[in-house]
């Protein structure tokens, strides 16, 4: 084998068939033709990718093998990294973009000679793309030739997808491969960031965007995306240098506009001391000590005061301010410590003083890392030589329009209340008052020994309940929900009538769900984010939250997916693989279409053969998850194939379906009542504490 070829691991062997990694041991057990390890380690092998790939072929396990699957394996089992593969794609996929014809030539000559001539002609693309200073190391002739077959796929990829597409689902990978490795901005926050950071500029105008730790990119992506505004140019910095290479190819593909990225320190070593941007979007990191406290002591940028070694991030936001233009917004995501911590009310109060903070605005937890926090925006404006007459201070808290888990955000209503906020208080210096979702505070009120910013501490709680009409609305429905729960609730003591012998002792003989996956009476499909062919009528994703409580779908297509999403119909069987839930999900009318998400199996029976409601039932066992689950891992794996049920007949599957749906017709219904009846308790609870309600 070459020194050069790709490797994969048996997760990725199990990716590239659909399998479970406990086939990929069988295969290797069983098959004494089965490819041996080229590298890894004895408990964790790797294997070269090519002959994987055709021995899979040979065997039958799988047919033409999807060319966005087959590109990035390539890169997961890069000899060099996944992040030099990237970079490597990433340089091809430019050229492809900005000088097709150029490819097109390039791709005709064979591996030594494309070996020579392509770093020329990725230099020339990459410096017309980028300037000459940017951080995008070429790959050189030997790596060419290393990664000829990755660089080829890419462009491939390119032609179904377009370039920038197929940089988004490979990148997208590597991402969700590593999600400890990376501190990401999601995308719904990263938008609203955008609105935010347009208000006020000329509408028929151009603007520069300013991002001093752009990490992957993210930020400045959805500025440029997000509204009527056109870009001129990005400018971005990152301290790490293969990030920085990362997110200047992303935004090169991304973007017509000029792009302008450095790696370095912004704090330490400021890549663009003289830029005046139109709109600064930063998502610093939190809580660092080594900053840069001591050696820049005396730096200019400390207009509001000097930076405790505690407060790294306010050293963030007075250099995004010290970046900004005179009619410019910089919006910053920041810790909600930041908004009160005592080392910093100095510069908290003088920020306000100058009109340079104009809004504090708590996102809901779950917005973006760390997940259990609920993050602030700051919206910042570089002060003018003509103060504010009387300064005020916008203050919103969205924590009371979220959902409990981050996979139902309600991000349209955040994000229409936040901006309607915004742009009245923008245009009018106040904004109406809205009981515990925004006010806007005259400066002075805040000036206090703490400085406390948090918006929560400042705002008029809501009407207790929505009030004593929505009370009565939400007992009455309970009521409602009580009387049919307690109507179908099953009778214990009531034995389920059986015909025979095997319904009577349904574990006497018994199949699993892989033997009959393999006999054709199911479909066994793993699911996955996909992309829409049709962007505005993209379908609803189906997560596992939605699942394990039983709500409609509300998740969304990743951008830049390779292939088109699963979607559910209604009969189908739809179970989460990971975790302790046990849990089984038959598909109704009302979600059928939507999109299966990641960490989710579906099983679509042959309704000739199988009951998905007797699917359902006995898929949800007890005994039955614990043994067809790994326990290796710290998260539970369920392995769905292993999964057992009887072997009866359709008939009397019916019967056990008739029970199994009723049970889940009870179970939706107690769901429904403990929501009501924690909404109607919490109610009451602030009704009678602060006075909107009397004790009889």
């Not at 000459?132 to 990664?147: D, F, I, K, Q, Y």
């Not at 709680?461 to 009580?482: K, Q, S």
């Not at 990971?578 to 199996?601: C, K, M, Q």
């Not at 429904?672 to 602060?690: F, K, M, N, P, S």
């Amino acid at each position: 084998m070459p020194d050069n070829a790709a490797e994969v691991t048996a997760a990725g062997i199990a990716r590239l068939a659909g399998v479970g990694r406990a086939a990929v041991s069988n295969w290797r057990r069983r098959h004494d033709d089965f490819p041996k390890p080229v590298g890894g380690t004895e408990t964790s092998p790797t294997f070269a990718l090519s002959s994987i790939e055709r021995w899979l072929r040979d065997q039958g396990k799988v047919g033409e093998i999807p060319l966005g699957e087959r590109v990035w394996q390539q890169i997961a089992g890069h000899p060099a990294g996944a992040v030099t593969a990237l970079r490597h794609a990433g340089c091809v996929l430019v050229l492809v973009r900005e000088r097709p014809a150029d490819w097109a030539e390039l791709a005709e000559l064979a591996d030594p000679d494309l070996a020579e001539a392509l770093p020329p002609a990725l230099g020339a693309a990459l410096t017309a793309r980028l300037g000459n200073r940017h951080p995008v190391t070429l790959p050189s002739p030997v790596e060419v030739a290393a990664s000829a077959l990755l660089l080829r796929g890419s462009a491939e990829l390119a032609t179904g997808l377009g370039a920038r597409s197929a940089y988004e689902f490979l990148l997208g990978r590597h991402l969700d491969a590593n999600p400890r490795q990376y501190t990401l901005t999601p995308s719904a926050p990263a938008e609203l960031m955008a609105a935010l950071a347009e208000s006020g500029l000329d509408r028929d105008g151009v603007r520069t965007v300013f991002d001093p730790a752009s990490g992957t990119g993210s930020l400045l992506r959805a500025a440029d995306t997000s509204g009527p505004l056109h870009t001129r140019a990005i400018f971005a910095q990152e301290a790490d240098p293969d990030l920085a290479a990362l997110s200047a190819l992303r935004l090169a593909l991304h973007s017509t506009a000029q792009v302008r990225v450095r790696a370095g320190d912004s704090l330490r070593a400021d890549a663009f001391p003289e830029l005046e941007a139109d709109s600064v979007l930063c998502h610093p990191p939190f809580n660092e000590r080594n900053w840069g406290h001591d050696e820049l002591a005396y730096d200019s940028r400390w207009e509001y005061g000097y930076p405790a070694r505690t407060e790294s991030e306010l050293a963030w936001v007075q250099h995004a301010l010290a970046r900004l233009s005179t009619r410019g917004t910089a919006v910053l995501l920041m810790p909600p410590a930041a908004a009160s911590r005592r080392s910093g009310r100095r510069i908290r109060a003088d920020l306000l003083r100058h009109g340079a903070l104009r809004a504090v605005i708590a996102l809901p937890a779950g917005a973006a890392p760390p997940y259990g926090i609920p993050l602030h925006l700051w919206v910042l404006r570089r002060p003018t030589a003509q103060p504010l007459p009387a300064p005020h201070l916008l203050l919103i808290d969205t924590a009371d329009l979220a959902a409990t888990n981050r996979d139902q955000l309600p991000w349209q209503a955040v994000r229409t209340a936040v901006l309607d906020a915004w742009q009245e208080f923008d245009r009018n210096g106040s904004t109406e008052e809205k009981p515990g979702v925004c006010r806007s505070l005259p400066v002075i009120d805040v000036l206090d020994d703490d400085v406390d910013l948090a918006p929560a501490r400042h705002l008029p709680p809501p009407t207790a309940g929505g009030g004593a009409a929505e009370l009565a609305d939400v007992h009455a429905r309970l009521t409602t929900a009580l009387r049919r729960t307690s109507g179908l609730t099953p009778d214990p003591a009531r034995p389920l009538a059986s015909t025979s012998a095997e319904t009577a002792v349904p574990g006497r003989r018994s199949t699993t769900v892989g033997e009959l996956a393999r006999a054709g009476a199911l479909v066994l499909r793993a699911g996955g984010s996909g992309a829409s062919p049709d962007p505005t009528g993209a379908p609803p994703v189906l997560t596992e939250h939605d699942v394990i409580v039983g709500s409609e779908p509300s998740g969304t297509l990743s951008e830049g997916a390779a292939e088109e999403p699963l979607r559910v119909e209604e009969g189908d069987v739809v179970v989460p693989v990971l975790g302790d839930v046990t849990v089984a999900r038959v598909i109704d009318e009302a979600s059928a279409g939507a999109a299966l998400g990641r960490g989710l199996h579906l099983l679509r029976p042959d309704p000739a053969t199988l009951d998905p409601w007797f699917l359902a039932g006995f898929l949800r066992g007890t005994a039955n998850q614990r043994q067809a689950s790994s326990y290796a891992s710290t998260p539970t794996r369920l392995d769905v194939r292993r999964l057992q049920l009887p072997r009866i007949s359709l008939t009397d599957q019916r019967r056990y379906g008739r029970r199994f749906r009723a049970l889940a017709s009870f179970e939706e219904s107690l769901r429904l009542a403990g929501r009501l009846g924690e909404q109607l308790v919490q109610g009451l609870y602030d009704g009678l504490t602060d006075g909107t309600a009397r004790p009889e």
